[in-house]
């Protein structure tokens, strides 16, 4: 027996595709369920939008909810909106009589006409669930909710038509049939947590392919609805290029010495560190010196603005479009929308660096309900970068803590190959600067802890701090009868 071959239609929402598996299957019988407010009207016009066509008509049903014309007033304000398809293209046809009568018979007879005399290849009834009520109200005489759903779904098979039925339930364990006659659900949700809203997308079921599981965030703007898939995940070591094939300098020749030769292209770097101790200078000179070596580059500030604080090279760098900057400060932001906006900025310049600026602040401007699994969340992330070719530079806050020595405040140094540290420490009352190189998987590293200062120039490192012991603790101390740093003995 042949095996039969199901057309996807792209459905016109970016991201959307991905998570369906490869797009919608043509003639399929599907469900857009949430509460009110989600977003299903919105998704539905902007799928119609991009799928109808004069070969391929749409019939959009309104029951009992908004006027057609109202509908349309709001739905002109959303860039996929095209006024010239109206009419032609597609078509909306106004079902509120037929189901105020609560007889199911005559609103399913009407369909059936508007079918006939269209011929459509797309049909939405927007709100099912105004069906479902209106049925309930009806006599029992009338046909049932079961036979009207069956028959709806005959028919539009039989006319080769892809149909989406929108409906306001609440919770996805509500008894339905539709459920059950669905070839696709795909349930909105939505939820606030203190002054963040957050949409997320679910599709529960899709015949005849494989779905990307789980919830996934979508965000509504003027453009419409964009859903953020998880990012693509890279394939296996085997099949990776060599490790060390290429090291990466970052712009400070002394710490390049420290870490073996320079940063592994391809790895994640964390630079940890308390305020002021010049995390944001170092990822600027990464930055710059891929710009010296013909690199493109891209940054993620979320602590301070991009043009601030880096130097002026990295100022004039991305002015002139060498680094490209995330804009960062969206509201209700997910990892998988980060994700999302870092590599199409990485694509769009073919950059080889990434600076993510700072894993505090990437974490503030999360909303809440991220921050749950932000150390999962970022480790997917983290993989995907390298994965995609950049080599990724992350900064984290620590609070100096002269009992301990930490490297994160998310226990996430396990996810990063590399870890340069830095640290105050006192020294005959004045306050100073020490870094070292903490790991280089699969690579050897120099173990000293040496003194730097910041200049405008940058950074500068300078020697070892020897003749002191206890430099973790913050107050280092000469041992017990030996010379001052730089004196000799007798």
Known sequence: MAKATIHRLPTGVPGLDDVLGGGLPEFSFNVLAGPPGCGKTTLAHQMMFA?????????????????????????????????????????????????????????????????HRH?????????????????????????????????????????????????????????????????????LRQSVQGNSMVRKMDVMKMRGQP???????????????????????????????????????????????????????GYSLLVAGPSGSGKSILAGAFLAEGARQGETGVIAAFEQRADRSRGRTVVELIKSGR???????????????????????????????????????????????????FRESLARMVSALCGAGVTVLMTSELEDRYTELRFSPYGTAFLTDAIVVQRYIEVDSRLQRVMAVVKVRASAHSDEMRQF?????????????????????????????????GCDDG
Not at 96 to 105: F, P
Not at 237 to 242: R, V
């Open 51 to 115: 799928l109808a066509t004069p070969e391929r008509p749409a019939l959009y049903f309104t029951v009992l909810g908004e006027p057609p014309l109202k509908m349309l007033r709001y739905q002109q304000q959303f860039g996929f909106f095209d006024s010239e398809k109206v009419g032609h293209s597609v078509h909306f046809i106004n079902l509120a009589e037929e189901a105020g009568t609560g007889d199911l018979g005559k609103v399913l007879a009407r369909i059936v006409d508007e079918v």
């Open 119 to 187: 011929g459509p290849g797309l049909v939405f009834v927007d709100s099912f669930r105004s069906v479902v009520l209106a049925g309930r109200d009806g006599d029992q005489t009338f046909l049932s909710l079961q036979q009207f759903i069956q028959r709806l779904g005959m028919l539009m098979t039989s006319w080769q038509a892809t149909t989406f039925l929108l409906g306001e339930y609440f919770h996805d364990n509500d008894p339905s049939p539709v459920f059950t006659v669905a070839d696709g659900l795909i349930w």
């Open 211 to 265: 779905t990307q599981p789980g919830l996934h965030t979508f965000r509504i703007s003027d453009a419409g609805i964009q859903v953020f898939a998880p990012p693509p995940q890279p394939p296996t070591a085997s099949s990776m290029e060599e490790p060390f094939a290429h090291r990466l300098g970052l712009g400070v020749p002394e710490l390049d010495a420290m870490l073996g030769g320079g940063l592994p292209a």
């Open 323 to 373: 680094i490209g900057v995330v804009d960062t400060r969206a509201p209700g932001l997910s990892v998988d929308e980060m994700s999302m906006l870092l590599l199409t900025e990485i694509r769009r310049l073919k950059a080889t660096r990434l600076v993510i600026d700072s894993l505090s602040g990437f974490e503030l401007a999360l909303a809440p309900t991220f921050r749950e699994d």
């Open 453 to 485: 200062s910041i200049d405008d120039h940058g950074i500068r490192i300078g020697e070892r701090l020897a003749g002191y012991e206890g430099l973790l603790g913050g107050s280092p101390s000469r041992p017990s009868g030996s010379a001052p740093p």
